[in-house]
Structures are given as C-alpha cells and as structure tokens.
C-alpha cells in the first residue's frame, strides 16, 4: 500500500513556472500509474496527465497540452508535473493520485473515481 503526498505549489506571475512533485511513502510507483488532477474554487476535479505504469506512456488534457510535461524519476519514488507558460485559469489545487490493481482502462484514466490513493493537494495561484 503507498501513500502520496503532493509539494511544490506557490504563487506565481503568468508566463512563469513550477514543478510539482508527487512522492511515494510506503512503497514505489513501480505498479502504479499516477495522475494529477485539479480543483478549482466552485469547480469539479478534472484530469490533468497521467504517467501509466507499464511502459511510461503520458496523456495530457487538452488545456494543458504543450505546456505542462509529466515524468517519473528512475527511483520510481516520485512523478513530477513540470507546469511552463502557466495562466491564470490553472490556478488550482492539484492533486496527484495513484492507481494500482486492478487497473483502470486507458479509457477511464481521466476519470477520478476509482483511483486508489490521493494525496492532500497542493495550492496553485497564477497571478495576471
């Protein structure tokens, strides 16, 4: 059983930059595909990107496509979003998740329900 825990949130300027990082306590990522996900005030969690677990193939959201870029160290401890030409409407707090056995079907990753471990979530304000 793992346990995941978000950091890396801040304030920042549109056009800038951050990097979240999802880490695993409990185990590895090794057997789970991880995503992250956003609420914002008023709004429904909604998908982001997903790193799935066997191959290391990425799927991205639209809105955040050629911006945000999602990766997996070699440890298999820690999924990182690295978030570049940030705006204001991505002002969230961003969760990570953890999907283990049974897996979900590609088809249903952007959906939260049914992801195994989330984490507390972390702030996001991109400023205009």
């Known amino acids: 059983q793992v346990q995941v825990a978000e950091s890396g949130g801040g304030l920042v300027q549109a056009g800038g930059s951050l990097r979240l990082t999802c880490t695993a306590s409990g185990g590895t990522f090794s057997r789970y595909s991880v995503a992250w996900f956003r609420q914002a005030p008023g709004k429904e969690r909604e998908f982001v990107a997903v790193?799935?677990?066997?191959?290391?193939?990425?799927y991205y959201a639209d809105p955040v496509k050629g911006r945000f870029t999602i990766s997996r160290d070699n440890a298999k401890t820690a999924v990182f979003l690295q978030m570049n030409s940030l705006k204001p409407e991505d002002t969230a707090v961003y969760f990570c998740?953890?999907?283990?056995?049974?897996?979900?079907?590609?088809?249903?990753?952007?959906?939260?329900?049914?992801?195994?471990?989330w984490g507390q979530g972390t702030q996001v304000t991109v400023s205009s």
């Open positions: 998740a953890a999907d283990g056995p049974p897996y979900k079907i590609l088809s249903d990753l952007h959906n939260a329900e049914g992801y195994d471990y």
């Open positions: 790193y799935r677990w066997n191959g290391g193939r990425t």
